[in-house]
């Protein structure tokens, strides 16, 4: 049985411009009404909404420890894209037996994009205790629009995001560079977007 503790990667909030952002061309968030102009409509969904889990049945407690670890990181993977895809996983750094201390690095491919994990087992019998740290994490357009549509669809007349690649690796725990917006009443509002380990985030883009 494994008794995972879960570290969150704690790095400084830094705006980054990136092409093809929103703020890309030095407007920042001053005038969210241009911003989201720029931006593109989030659809509404056909269905609740709900958090996408790797392909296959979850690994159970008497699971080897490598399954279960490689399930979990797997899941977090999923999470942060928002979308469910095949993926394959793999870890470097010797056989895990959950008995010894170890230190691996494990390798979630998530539609050929590669999320790295370096994780700290500390062994037991009959428990194990294990912690993994990665860096980055993949961010789709559909899922930051599928989360956005579930955090603010109830509240909000219109919903705009950025123009995001279909896929990529960013920075977890840092601002995107990426905008979404939402119109109260004649009021737009903008939001960063920001990944953290496992989950989509919005952060108000007044606070970056």
């Given at each position: 049985m494994r008794r995972p503790r879960v570290v969150l990667l704690v790095t400084a909030a830094l705006c980054l411009t990136l092409t093809g952002c929103g703020g890309g061309d030095g407007d920042g968030d001053a005038d969210a009404v241009k911003q989201a102009r720029k931006g593109v409509p989030v659809p509404s969904p056909s269905g609740s909404y709900e958090i996408p889990k790797p392909a296959g049945k979850p690994p159970g407690d008497a699971a080897r420890p490598d399954e279960q670890i490689l399930y979990d990181l797997q899941e977090r993977v999923v999470a942060a894209a928002g979308v469910p895809a095949k993926t394959k996983a793999e870890c470097e750094g010797g056989v895990i037996t959950g008995t010894v201390d170890q230190t691996v690095t494990c390798g979630i491919t998530y539609?050929?994009?590669?999320?790295?994990?370096?994780?700290?087992i500390e062994g037991g019998t009959p428990t194990f205790n294990w912690t993994a740290v990665?860096?980055?994490?993949?961010?789709?357009?559909?899922?930051?629009?599928?989360?956005?549509?579930?955090?603010?669809?109830?509240?909000?007349?219109?919903?705009?995001?950025?123009?995001?690649?279909?896929?990529?690796?960013?920075?977890?725990?840092?601002?995107?560079?990426?905008r979404c917006y939402r119109k109260s009443k004649d009021t737009w509002v903008s939001d960063a977007v920001v990944l953290a380990d496992g989950k989509i985030t919005f952060r108000s883009a007044e606070a970056e």
């Open positions: 539609e050929g994009l590669v999320v790295r994990y370096e994780v700290d990665a860096e980055s994490s993949v961010l789709t357009a559909e899922g930051v629009g599928l989360a956005y549509w579930a955090k603010r669809g109830d509240d909000a007349a219109e919903l705009r995001c950025d123009r995001m690649p279909e896929k990529k690796l960013v920075k977890l725990g840092r601002d995107t560079g990426y």
